[in-house]
């Protein structure tokens, strides 16, 4: 745990990692803000984006390496607590592990269904919603999630930064964006993604609002399951509300916003012959997205 004033850090930063400070400069003389207006009552929002690319060329180095290990103002102060950062699957199964269980669960939803295990001892089992079902293995970390799944040794966790590394050669897409994605304005979750065709699940919160954009590869079909929906194509501006549709076509400039007080949930479903997230002509954007 470490403990500084932000001023003492970054001169040990521009001390002992110049070219990191430096970087960490530049990216903030780069960065784009915006402020939010989320209703007619002016309720500000100020949020700060820093630029891709300086991010990315900021050096990869840890507070450790680059300063702790280094700088000559360190005390250490010892305490009695309990203390452990998580920072493996290894350490999370330490922490949850209890000793009236043969193998530690940790389930992300309440109705998550409980592993099945015959023979199976000693093992980390991580689960999102399917089934999992493990027999004659012992010292195993199984990691389930809508994405991908794990399954290593117990004491190889560290490994999993190879396998990051292996994804981002290749599947980049899986690397960067996850299943579920939070942005400005909500979130949304691919439930499929397949050939020819994506599903989400799209959540507007009340007053956000998505780009003016369009397609080059897709259509879109849009349909409300809660709240309403403020829907502009082209030169038209219409409600879709639960239980309603509407068609986007490729090639039409298109916005969805949430005029509401409650959030809008609606399925999306594109339909082209390439439905990557870098598929989108931003023409206005409240949140200075490029």
Wanted: charge should be negative; proline fraction near 4%; glycine fraction near 4%.
């Amino acid at each position: 745990m470490f403990c500084f004033k932000a001023g003492v850090f970054l001169e040990e930063l521009q001390k002992y990692a110049p070219e990191m400070h430096q970087a960490c400069l530049n990216a903030i003389s780069k960065n784009r803000s915006h402020c939010e207006v989320q209703s007619d009552e002016a309720i500000h929002a100020s949020e700060i984006r820093i630029d891709l690319e300086a991010m990315i060329a900021i050096p990869d180095n840890s507070i450790d390496y680059a300063v702790m290990e280094q700088s000559q103002k360190v005390k250490v102060v010892p305490c009695d607590m309990g203390w452990s950062d998580l920072g493996s699957f290894d350490a999370l199964f330490d922490e949850i592990k209890q000793p009236s269980l043969v193998n530690a669960v940790l389930p992300r939803l309440d109705k998550s269904p409980q592993p099945i295990c015959i023979d199976a001892n000693n093992n980390l089992i991580v689960t999102r919603e399917r089934t999992i079902a493990l027999i004659d293995v012992d010292d195993l970390l199984v990691v389930d999630t809508a994405d991908a799944i794990l399954i290593s040794k117990k004491g190889s966790s560290q490994k999993v930064k190879n396998v990051v590394a292996q994804i981002k050669k290749q599947a980049p897409e899986l690397a960067e964006i996850h299943r579920l994605a939070h942005r400005p304005w909500g979130t949304y979750e691919v439930l499929v993604d397949t050939v020819g065709y994506k599903v989400k699940r799209i959540m507007v919160k009340p007053g956000g609002r998505l780009s003016l954009q369009k397609h080059f590869h897709r259509n879109e079909h849009w349909i409300v399951v809660s709240g309403t929906a403020t829907v502009t194509v082209d030169d038209k501006t219409l409600l879709v509300r639960p239980n309603e549709s509407t068609y986007i076509k490729m090639g039409q400039v298109h916005r969805l916003e949430n005029d509401g007080k409650i959030d809008l949930v609606m399925i999306e479903v594109q339909v082209g012959e390439y439905t990557g997230e870098d598929d989108i002509v931003r023409i206005e954007d409240i949140y200075s997205r490029s």
